[in-house]
């Protein structure tokens, strides 16, 4: 085997590996979605009051007036996806 077919399949070697191992399944993806996981998430959650909401609640519906003046409500929009963006000026 001469120098330069030694250093032709070193080259590829060096290309070829890391693409087999980027194309393998990663374990820790697996991991991630374990019931210990799910409990570790829940109890953190828990400890900043926060709670976890299993059921859909539904908006309660209010009625606004449009930059035109003209009166809506939010029922008049259901199915629909809605973008509520409140803000103020202190």
């Known amino acids: ?28 993806a697996k991991v991630a979605g374990s019931s210990k996981d799910k409990d570790a998430i829940a109890s953190h959650m828990a400890s900043l009051n926060m709670q976890h909401i299993t059921e859909p609640t539904a908006a309660p519906d209010f009625e606004l007036a449009t930059v035109t003046g003209k009166k809506v409500r939010l029922s008049e929009y259901r199915g629909k996806a809605v973008l509520l963006s409140f803000w103020a000026t202190w």
């Open 1 to 28: 085997m001469n120098y330069l077919s030694m250093l032709r399949n070193i080259i590829v070697l060096f290309f070829v590996v890391p693409v087999l191992f980027a194309c393998t399944e990663d374990r820790k």
